[in-house]
């Protein structure tokens, strides 16, 4: 730093960076002239700091270049282009310096070894659903040194993922999506290993494109028609499919179309009835339970690319997290009849899967619509006939259990829907309904009778039974549309839902 003082056409030079222009300065007195100067010899040491500053700066810099080469002389590891090269897992076979340091606890396993750890750098996996499944069997993934993961949802992470689905964050929730999400928290572990994200709901149009990019393909969905896509599009491109599902406490985990084992409509040929279906936001799962499958499915994986062990190909592992235990049961071979994988198959490519199961893939809330517009009421409409202080009765026909999270304040019975299929007489919940209902049931004015659940599906089933069940007593029975979340969404924002 250098000043430059500009005095009458007098240059005195201390520097360049400050210049300070003084041609109109006028000294109108001795005392004014001894300050300037004062001021000059002050300049004058300022500028004398800021010189040896700077040469000290020049020498730290040499230091630090003669310290950057030393360091390139002893030790790789700090050099940035040596890093570079090392993103190469593997030389003619032979694993890195840093990979033998990473991969240590498995290379030592006789099984696994050199060889081993080389086919897994090799492998490539695409895991579909990067959900409660997908999180576990990503992260060891990409821990054990698969070279390549593929990872497939289109969902964005929200609050009631997290339980279960360990690589996502509350930062991240409602905003970012699952594949991104996953995929950060995989390179976060492993920053050799390459991720290709799909933000896309795998389709009959894109499942092929997809799965021939990979090696093996694990299944970590949740609904029967992408189960139906995937296993297809396995058996199209000759891929392995390892598959997990888990509910409420329970999971299973098998591996199709490998090794001669039977692909997934050599086991369920025709789809089961969309009511029958069920998933975790219904049913309900705990965490660790589909942690354990997830787990399980990454160990399948690392069977099948390194070639050890015994996949479970054929087999079906059952694990109940309450009791406790694990059982694996032999499944039935490949099927000679089956549509897509026997000896005459007449799926030869991908169909449309939503209208073959009669479910959505996408959406996970099924949505009856089995009544009348007269038989139902909107969860506004339903909140203004509470003010006008009519008498009425709201039956709430969820478990128990759904009730001590939460319910609308006025509830008067519960009668879980599960109770309108037992024998008249059989369920004490209905009687104490039906004798309500006899009493205060006038002819002058049929008691309205409304029924409620979470999402307004079951409350439709519900309805019929009780205009049956009360066909001879004067009331009116309506459902409310959309249950319990539309009466958040329309009525009252605070009102938790799950
Ligand atoms: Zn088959």
Not at 30 to 36: D, Q, V
Not at 86 to 102: H, Q, T
Not at 123 to 129: A, D, Q, R
Request: proline residues 4%; aromatic residues 6%; glycine residues 8%.
């Amino acid at each position: 730093m250098v000043f430059v003082v500009v005095y009458n056409g007098l240059q005195l030079s201390y520097g360049t960076k400050y210049i300070i222009f003084c041609n109109t300065i006028k000294f109108q007195s001795s005392a004014y002239l001894e300050l300037f100067h004062s001021c000059l010899t002050t300049m004058t040491d300022v500028a004398n700091l800021i010189s040896q500053l700077q040469e000290k700066d020049k020498e730290i810099l040499r230091l630090r270049e003669l310290l950057s080469q030393r360091t390139t002389c002893t030790d790789s590891r700090d050099n940035e282009s040596a890093r570079q090269s090392l993103k190469v897992p593997e030389v003619d076979g032979r694993l890195s310096r840093d990979d033998i340091a990473r991969y240590s606890r498995q290379l030592i396993l006789s099984e696994l070894g050199v060889k081993g750890q080389v086919a897994l750098g090799r492998t490539s996996v695409l895991i579909v659903g990067c959900g409660g499944l997908g999180c576990p069997a990503a992260i060891y993934l990409a821990g054990a040194g698969v070279g390549r993961l593929g990872l497939v949802d289109h969902d964005i992470v929200e609050l009631n993922n997290l339980h279960r689905q360990i690589l996502h964050s509350e930062a991240n929730a409602e905003k970012m999506p699952k594949a991104v999400s996953a995929a950060y928290s995989c390179k976060k572990l492993n920053s050799r290993m390459t991720c290709d994200i799909h933000c896309v709901m795998l389709t009959s149009s894109n499942a092929l494109d997809i799965v021939r990019q990979y090696d093996i393909v694990v299944d970590a969905t949740d609904n029967v028609a992408t189960r139906y896509l995937l296993s297809d599009a396995c058996v199209l491109s000759g891929r392995p499919l390892v598959s997990g599902g888990a509910l409420r406490f329970e999971g299973q985990l098998t591996v199709y179309n490998y090794q001669s084992s039977p692909c997934y409509r050599c086991l369920y040929p025709q789809p089961p009835l969309a009511e029958m279906v069920t998933n975790c936001s219904d049913a309900g799962v705990l965490g660790p339970v589909v942690g354990v499958i997830g787990s399980l499915q990454a160990v399948e994986v690392i069977k099948i690319a390194t070639g050890i062990g015994h996949p479970f190909a054929g087999r079906l592992v059952l694990y109940d997290g309450l009791d406790g235990t694990f059982h694996c049961v032999k499944l039935r071979g490949r099927q000679k009849t089956c549509a897509v994988c026997g000896d005459s198959p007449t799926v030869t490519k991908l169909i449309d899967y939503e209208s073959f199961c009669g479910l959505s893939a996408g959406d996970i809330c099924r949505s009856l619509n089995i009544l009348p517009p007269s038989e139902r009421i909107n969860a506004s409409d339903y909140a203004a006939f509470i003010k006008t202080g009519k008498p009425h009765l709201l039956v709430d026909v969820r478990i128990p259990v759904e009730l001590e999270i939460t319910k609308l304040p006025t509830t008067t019975h519960n009668v879980p829907v599960d109770e309108f299929t037992k024998p008249t007489g059989c369920s004490s919940l209905l009687k104490v309904l039906d004798e309500d209902v006899r009493e205060q049931a006038s002819a002058d004015a049929p008691l309205p009778l409304f029924v409620v659940c979470r999402r307004g599906n079951d409350s439709q089933l519900a309805v019929q039974k009780l205009q049956l069940f009360f066909s001879d007593v004067p009331v009116t029975v309506k459902d409310i549309i959309g249950g319990l979340a539309a009466w958040s969404n329309e009525v009252d924002k605070n009102f938790p839902i799950y």
